[in-house]
């Protein structure tokens, strides 16, 4: 049954680990060291069709598992998650590139799902209403829908997962995890907990792949919904396909996030949590800082702040001792990213630091960025409206308050946005105003913890329910109203 022990990856369908019926294997290295980790199949439409088979006849069952009973499963997932923390952690750092404390933390926010969802028995419950009429009663109930999948993105292998099967299974569907094709290791080996904690045979799937394992799950008849989590372009397309095919859809997109400094902020600290906002995991996060939006007096200062953090980041690999930010995940990501220091310059922002061409010494193999500062980045250039998803940072000046939320609700993207400050009134103002979903007030990442919704809006999000928090249970049943009369 062993799949990571193993150099070629296998699914996970009906509590065994198959091979599929794939003939083409991606291979998977280290994004800082080049070392070759194994291979991950690209399972066609018929691995699918077999996951959904077995999700399917695992359902009948499932469903009629106490709640309390459901719980209990996950209450030992958890306590070998816990037990397994480094492993898993140093996983997502060996096959994503981000560094070792990063891992962990992302590692950590994804058992807080596992937490909430153990939480079932309460989270599930319905609600009653007497007399809704002389001698009649009506109650809802929330029931388990089918079969649910997930297809998650390659910068939180190990989180973004447990954003949703755990919820999931917990309301009694089950489920088929699609993980990306980039990262399959982690996702795998919690698979593999899963299966030591005794989730029963067919409740849990695994199907590796990409766009055409993808498409045969939007398509499938046997599937209830889909939860995504990947780029705008894809989780549009997952949206409108799944939608078309008559499923609940849930997709989570790109994002471009504006952090406003204004002039009364606390300098030092403020700089500080900006830099781990746009430098954190290499920039690869949907909620990582890209336009700092400076206000009036603060410009100048925070700009050369900014620049000289930046500067003294030390980029290496994530498993060494002292490294503050790790290489981007792939050579294709790293290309992409690069050409958007290219688009910057052409559009005529000024490059304050270049991250182009640097390297490190040990790994000459290593997908490396190295931190890039732009200033003068106007909202019409390339780099002021789409995602870079590296450690690019663009700085712009505005006069005040009213001029950085305009800006902001220009952008085609709505997941994030930090404002700094010391004023409770521009705070205020802001949350009040700017339309987007996740705020920060003098704190960088704006990440909700599991029982709080995740998700943005516009171009950032296709759907109505987000992920974890109550959202999560909506969207994962049904809620069935029964009206009585005796
Ligand atoms: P991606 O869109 O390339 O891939 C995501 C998933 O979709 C993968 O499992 C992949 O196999 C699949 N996929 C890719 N192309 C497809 C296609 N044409 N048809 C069907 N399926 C396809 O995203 P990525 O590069 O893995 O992840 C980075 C992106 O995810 C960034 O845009 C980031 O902002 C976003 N993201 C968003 C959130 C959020 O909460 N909104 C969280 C994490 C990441």
């Given at each position: 049954m062993a799949t990571t022990t193993t150099t070629t990856l296998r699914n996970y369908v009906g509590g065994e680990w198959v091979r599929p019926s794939a003939t083409e294997y991606l291979d998977i290295t280290n994004?800082?060291?080049?070392e070759q980790l194994g291979q991950v199949p690209l399972s066609t439409p018929s691995d699918v069709d077999q996951a959904v088979a077995a999700a399917q006849h695992a359902f009948l069952t499932w469903r009629e598992v106490p709640p309390v009973v459901r719980a209990r499963y996950l209450f030992a997932f958890k306590a070998l998650l816990e037990e397994h923390f480094d492993e898993v952690s140093e996983t997502v750092t060996r096959e994503n590139g981000k560094i070792l404390s990063e891992s962990r933390g992302s590692v950590r926010r994804g058992i807080e799902n596992v937490e909430h969802a153990c939480g079932i028995p309460t989270l599930m419950m319905g609600r009653t209403l007497e007399d809704v009429a002389a001698g009649i009663d009506c109650e809802y109930i929330r029931q388990p829908l089918g079969v649910f999948a997930g297809v998650t993105p390659f910068n939180f292998p190990a989180m973004v997962p447990l954003w949703f099967w755990p919820y999931a299974i917990a309301t009694g569907n089950t489920f088929i995890l699609k993980p990306s094709e980039q990262v399959p290791f982690s996702p795998t080996r919690m698979i593999e907990l899963a299966h030591q904690a005794g989730i029963?045979?067919?409740?849990l799937n695994l199907v590796h792949g990409g766009k055409d394992a993808v498409n045969a799950l939007l398509a499938h008849?046997?599937?209830a919904g889909i939860s995504f989590v990947g780029s705008s372009p894809v989780a549009q397309h997952v949206y409108r396909e799944a939608a078309q095919h008559g499923k609940r859809v849930q997709a989570l997109g790109g994002a471009k996030n504006h952090i406003v400094v204004m002039p009364d902020a606390d300098l030092g600290r403020s700089v500080d949590n900006v830099t781990e906002s746009i430098f954190g995991c290499a920039g690869q996060r949907c909620l990582a800082g890209s336009v700092v939006v400076a206000a009036g007096k603060a410009y100048e200062p925070f700009r050369d702040g900014l620049l000289n953090a930046a500067s003294n980041l030390t980029l290496g690999?994530?498993?060494?001792?002292?490294?503050t930010m790790g290489p981007v995940v792939s050579q294709r990501h790293k290309e992409k990213v690069l050409s958007y220091v290219d688009a910057g310059e052409a559009d005529g922002a000024k490059l304050l630091?270049?991250?182009?061409?640097r390297t490190v010494d040990r790994y000459p193999e290593g997908h490396f960025v190295g931190p890039t500062v732009f200033d003068g980045?106007?909202?019409?250039?390339t780099i002021g409206q789409e995602?870079?998803?590296?450690p690019v940072a663009s700085v712009t000046n505005v006069r005040d308050l009213d001029e950085a939320v305009e800006m902001i609700q220009r952008?085609?993207?709505?997941?994030a946005t930090s404002i700094f400050t010391t004023s409770g009134r521009a705070a205020r103002e802001f949350r009040y105003r700017v339309g987007v979903s996740m705020i920060g007030v003098n704190i960088g990442v704006a990440a909700p913890m599991a029982f709080f919704p995740f998700g943005g809006t516009k171009g950032s999000f296709f759907g109505d329910l987000k992920a974890h928090g109550s959202d999560s249970i909506e969207f994962f049943t049904d809620k069935k109203v029964v009206i009585s009369r005796w």
């Open positions: 994004p800082a060291t080049g029963p045979p067919g409740v008849p046997g599937i690999n994530g498993m060494d001792e002292g490294v630091l270049d991250g182009r061409g980045v106007e909202p019409d250039m995602e870079i998803f590296g952008s085609g993207f709505a997941n």
